[in-house]
């Protein structure tokens, strides 16, 4: 159901909604969760597997993983507004154990918006979070207004804490805006 007014680009998978989940594989689901619920307070909702397959190559065509790979859980939770975390333990010969970097093909980060910066920053060095350096205030530009800075979980895996109260520059003159979970219905 499109919303009334709005007529969708020609170029749009049909039906586009939004961003429902982001899937990543962590090396201790039991450790994630802690993280991700005791210093996030994402809230967990159910899990699944393990999962693997006896016969073929499933994994393999389904997942791009070794054919032989053991999903020994995944748990979705959900995070306040914005899109559920789908979160993989795999067993499998061969697997990588560090995340990649910003740098890296396939890299990423996952971006956590917050009303108060100073107050969530203080947090997360309260809970022994490793912040990455100061926070970056942007002053001028398409991004004037937001004040951001990294932080990793315990595993390696980037996550950014992001607060632009007042909005971003670029919105004075932009016909589309980027989506904002603080007005999660505009």
């Known amino acids: 159901m499109q919303p009334k007014g709005k007529t969708p680009p020609p170029n749009r998978l049909p039906g586009l909604r939004g961003v429902e989940h982001v899937g990543f594989t962590v ?21 699944i597997g393990p999962i693997q397959d006896q016969r073929g190559d499933w ?23 914005g899109p559920n975390f789908e979160v993989f333990e795999y067993q499998v010969d061969g697997q990588s154990p560090a995340p990649p970097r910003n740098c890296d093909v396939g890299g990423h980060h996952l971006a956590f ?13 309260e809970n022994g979070v490793r912040v990455l350096g100061e926070p970056t205030v942007r002053d001028s530009g398409p991004s004037a207004g937001q004040t951001w800075v990294y932080f990793l979980a315990p595993w390696g895996m980037q996550f950014e804490l992001v607060s632009f109260p007042d909005g971003k520059g670029y919105e004075r003159d932009a016909p589309v805006k980027l989506w904002h979970p603080a007005c999660p219905a505009d």
């Open 27 to 47: 090396p201790d689901l039991e450790a994630a969760t802690r993280f991700l619920v005791d210093v996030l307070g994402c809230e967990r909702v159910y899990s």
């Open 59 to 81: 994994m393999q065509e389904h997942l791009n993983v070794p054919s032989r790979a053991v999903i020994k859980e995944l748990r979705f939770f959900r995070c306040g507004h």
């Open 113 to 125: 918006y917050v009303d108060d910066f100073d107050a969530a920053l203080q947090y997360l060095r």
